[in-house]
């Protein structure tokens, strides 16, 4: 019997910050709240199914307006996880990721300007998409 193959090609319509910083989630999500006036809201972890079947947990904040979505993931799994795995294993130097998606997508250039001048953020970094293979991992 013939096998056949399923190929869907995914629609890619968001940007990703990487950034490094000593706070933890819930202080992080307070800061760039207060920085750039959204409502970041603590939503229950993700859970992700990595190739290898093992499961990785990950904190998530989430604010939505009718026209964007914004998304703080951490980068490393819950200590509560038995795989030290991270969200984005091509970076796993860094501690959070920020999520920026919809029609009218934050300003990316804007947002890292934004993001530099918080006190608790050591560094904002672009992550191209191009580069990642894990990026399958943000399609919600």
Do not use: C
């Amino acid at each position: 019997m013939k096998k056949k193959r399923l190929d869907i090609e995914y629609s890619y319509d968001f940007e990703l910050l990487g950034v490094i910083s000593s706070a933890k989630g819930y202080k992080l999500a307070w800061d760039i709240n207060s920085q750039l006036g959204v409502r970041l809201v603590k939503q229950p972890d993700v859970h992700i199914q990595f190739n290898n079947n093992i499961t990785g947990t990950y904190g998530h904040f989430f604010h939505e307006t009718p026209l964007n979505r914004l998304r703080l993931f951490r980068n490393k799994a819950t200590e509560t996880d038995a795989a030290k795995n991270f969200l984005i294993q091509e970076y796993p130097h860094l501690d959070y990721v920020i999520m920026s998606q919809g029609a009218d997508k934050f300003d990316i250039d804007h947002l890292q300007k934004q993001l530099r001048s918080i006190s608790s953020v050591e560094m904002v970094a672009f992550i191209p998409l191009d580069t990642l293979k894990s990026k399958d991992y943000f399609i919600f």
